[in-house]
DNA sequence: GTCTATAGGGCGATAGAC
DNA sequence: GTCTATCGCCCTATAGAC
C-alpha cells in the first residue's frame, strides 16, 4: 500500500480544471486546489512553479515538433518541413473533451491566456535552432515559424470545432488557404 | 500652482522604466516607482491596473490600425488592406530610442513578455471586426491578421536593429520574403 | 513547514478646484 | 454643495525565502 495516494501532479491537475470551470480562475485559491488534490498549498508549488502552470504542464508537443523537423527530409525547405511536422502535432494531443474544457477556462482568464501565448511562443523559439540546422538564418527561420503558427492557430481552432476532422487534413487546409492569400488564384484581368 | 505635479502616469511610466532597466522588473516594488514618482502606491493603481501595465499605457496602435484598414480602398484584398494599414504604423511609435529601452526591459522579464504577448493579440483581435467589415469571415480574418501579425514582428525587429531604415519599406520587404516562402520562385525542374 | 514581502482589491477620508 | 485626485488602512493570496 503506497504511502501517499499517487499522481499527486495529475489529481492537481484535474482538481485545478474542475475549480476554474464551476468558479473561475480569479476565484480559485491555490491553498484550495491543493486541498481538492489532498495535499497542501506548499505542496502545489513542488509540483507547478506558479498557479498558472497547472494548466499547462508537459513539454511534449515542443519536443514532438523539433524531433519531427530535425527528422524531416533534408530535401525539404523549411515551410515543407514545418508543415510535415505540424500534421503530426495531434499525436501529442490529450482528448478533446480535455483541451476543450481548457480552452475554454483559458479563454475566460487574462491571466491564463497571457501565460497561453508565451508557451507558443516558447514553441516558436525553441524550433529557430532546428531549422537553423537546416541552413536557415535566425531571422527568416522566426519569421516562417510564426507564419506556420498562424496555420497551426487556424488548424487547430477548426480541429476543435469539428469532433471529425483529421488534424492533418486542417494542416493541409491552412496551407492552401495561406497560399490562396498571399498569391491570389486568379490573376489581374483588365 | 497647481496642487499636485502634473502628468502623474507619464512620471509613473518613465519612473518604472528607468527602475526596470536599472534593477530589473522583479526587484522593483509598486511602492517603489509610486515613490520615485512622487506618489504612493495606492495611487500607482488609480492609472494602472497592475504593476505590468505600467509599460503598456495607450492604445494608438490599435486604433491607427483599425482606421487605416476601414479607411483602405475597398477593393484591396485583406492582406493588401492590412498591408497598408501596417507600413504607417510607425506615424504612431514613439522615438527609437525609447522603444529600444522598452524592448530590453520586456525581454528581460517573463512577466512583461506575457503581457507584450497579449497586447499583440488583443489588436489582432481588434481587427478581426474590421476585416469582417470588409466582408471577410472572422476565422478567415483571424488567420489573415495572424500572418500579418508575423510579418509585423519581422519588419519591426529590422526597423529596431537599422536606423536608417524606412518602415514601410521593411514591411514591403517582409511581404515579400513572405511570397517567396510561400511560393517558392524557382518551380520545381526535373 | 513556517515566515514574510509584495500584489492588488475594497472602501472611506481628505482637500483643493469649480 | 459636487467633482476629482490623492492618500490611508484594511484585507487576502501569491510566491519566494528560510
Redesign the pocket.
Known sequence: MPRWESDAQGRLERAALELFETQGYER????QIARAAGL?E??F?RYF????EVLFAGHELVAHLVGRVEAADPGLGPLEALLTALSTADEVFRSREFLLRRVKVIADSPALAERDLIKLADIAEALVPALGRRGVEPGTARFIIDVVMALSRRATSRWLADPDAAFSELVAQAAAELREVVAPPAPPVR
Do not use: E, I
Not at 49 to 52: A, V
Open positions: 480559485t485559491s491555490v491553498a497542501t506548499r505542496s508549488y512553479p506558479d498557479k498558472r
